[in-house]
C-alpha cells in the first residue's frame, strides 16, 4: 500500500476544515437580519455539561468560552450561568437547537438548552434564538443584563418552544433590532412566552406576537416602532400593570386577558399605554370574589390616544360571579385630555 504524504494528510485536513466551516454556514443561516458583528465560521462554543454550571468554566464548553466571534450554543439540555459582577460575551447564540455542533463535540447535542443570567451581564455581539428550533428558556433575574446586535426571537421554529423571563425592576433586556415571540421576521413559529415580572424591563426597536406567542407580566416593553399582538397579551392584574412605552396594536387574532379580584385597587389599569393603542380582537375577562363591597368600575387599560378606525375589541367574553345582584360591561372612555381609557363596570340591580 503507497503511503500517503504529509502534505496529502494536510490537504485532507484542511478540505475537512473547510467543509465543516460550509456545514457550519449552513446550519446557522440566520433567520433575520445578521447583527453588527460576523461570527466567525470556525469559531464555536457548545455547551456540554449537562447540569447547571458557571459559563466562565472553560470544561463547560467545547471550543472553549465564548467570545464576541464565537457562534454560541447551549442544546444538551444544561443551563449555563452568568453570575453577579460578571461579563459574558458571544456572537449568535442559540438556546435549543437540533444537532445545533457541526463538529460534534462530545455531551454537547440534544434539543434543549438554557441560560441564567442572574445578576450578571451578557453581550450578543449579533442575534440571540431562545427555542430556536427546540426548546430554550432565557432567565435574566436579580439586576441581569442581556443585549443583543440584531434581532432576537423566542420559539422561532415551527415545533420549537421558547420561553424568556425579565424578572426585577432592575433587569432588562436590550435588543437593538426586532423581538418576535412565537415565530421570527415574518414566518409563525412554535409556542413562545415572553414574561416579564416586578418591573422588568425590555427595550427594542419593535416587538411582534405571533398567534402561537404570549406576552405575560406586570414588567415594562419599551418599543420604539411598537408592539403588534397577534397572539395573547396577558397582564398580570392584582393592583400591577403591564406597560408600553410606544404604540400597541391588538389585531383581529389577538386575545388579551384579564383577572380581576375585589381586592384591586380601581384606578390602576392592568395594561398602560403611553402612545396610541389600536383594539381588536378579543377580550377575555375573568372576575373571581365576592363584589360586594367592592368598587363598580375597574381601569382595564389606559392610553395615551387610540386609533379611530379600532377603538373597541372585536368581542369580548366576561366570566363572573353570579346572584350578587350586579352584572359586568365594558365602558370606552375619551377624557378631556384626549387619553383613552377601557374600563370593567360593575351595573348594580335596583332592589
Not at 440584531?150 to 425592576?169: E, M, Y
Not at 359586568?328 to 378631556?336: G, K, L
Request: hydrophobic residues 30%; charged residues 10%.
Amino acid at each position: 500500500m503507497k503511503k500517503k504524504s504529509a502534505s496529502q494528510t494536510a490537504q485532507k485536513l484542511t478540505n475537512k476544515v473547510i467543509l465543516l466551516a460550509i456545514t457550519a454556514l449552513a446550519l446557522y443561516a440566520s433567520p433575520s437580519t445578521r447583527g453588527i458583528e460576523v461570527c466567525n465560521q470556525i469559531l464555536f462554543s457548545s455547551w456540554t455539561t449537562p447540569g447547571a454550571a458557571n459559563w466562565f468554566d472553560s470544561p463547560n464548553w467545547c471550543g472553549g468560552v465564548p467570545l464576541c466571534h464565537s457562534f454560541t450554543c447551549i442544546s444538551n439540555g444544561g443551563t449555563a450561568q452568568v453570575g453577579t459582577g460578571t461579563t459574558a460575551n458571544a456572537c449568535e447564540t442559540f438556546l435549543g437547537q437540533y444537532q445545533c455542533d457541526p463538529f460534534s463535540c462530545p455531551n454537547s447535542r440534544g434539543s434543549s438548552g438554557n441560560l441564567s443570567v442572574d445578576g450578571g451581564t451578557l453581550n450578543t455581539c449579533n442575534e440571540l434564538h431562545v427555542g430556536y428550533q427546540g426548546m430554550g428558556t432565557l432567565k435574566i433575574t436579580n439586576g441581569g443584563l442581556v443585549s443583543t446586535t440584531g434581532g432576537a426571537d423566542i420559539a422561532a421554529g415551527a415545533a420549537s418552544n421558547g420561553a424568556a423571563t425579565v424578572n426585577g425592576a432592575t433587569s432588562q433586556w436590550t435588543v437593538t433590532g426586532g423581538l418576535y415571540v412565537g415565530g421570527t421576521n415574518g414566518t409563525p413559529g412554535g409556542t413562545g412566552l415572553l414574561t416579564l415580572s416586578n418591573g422588568g424591563k425590555v427595550s427594542v426597536a419593535n416587538v411582534y406576537v405571533y398567534q402561537s406567542g404570549t406576552l405575560a407580566g406586570n414588567g415594562r416593553v419599551d418599543a420604539t416602532n411598537g408592539t403588534t399582538v397577534d397572539g395573547t397579551l396577558a397582564p398580570s392584574g392584582g393592583g400591577t400593570t403591564l406597560t408600553f412605552g410606544g404604540a400597541l396594536g391588538l389585531n383581529i387574532l389577538a386575545t388579551t386577558q384579564c383577572n380581576v379580584t375585589p381586592q384591586d385597587p380601581s384606578t390602576t389599569p392592568q395594561v398602560s399605554v403611553s402612545g396610541q393603542v389600536s383594539l381588536g380582537g378579543r377580550l377575555s375577562v375573568t372576575m373571581t370574589g365576592d363584589f360586594s363591597s367592592a368598587p363598580t368600575r375597574f381601569t382595564l387599560l389606559n392610553a395615551g390616544s387610540v386609533n379611530s378606525s379600532h377603538r373597541t375589541f372585536d368581542s369580548t367574553s366576561i366570566t363572573y360571579p353570579t346572584n350578587q345582584c350586579w352584572t359586568p360591561q365594558i365602558t370606552y372612555v375619551t377624557d378631556n385630555n384626549g387619553q383613552y381609557h377601557v374600563y370593567l363596570d360593575r351595573i348594580v340591580c335596583a332592589n
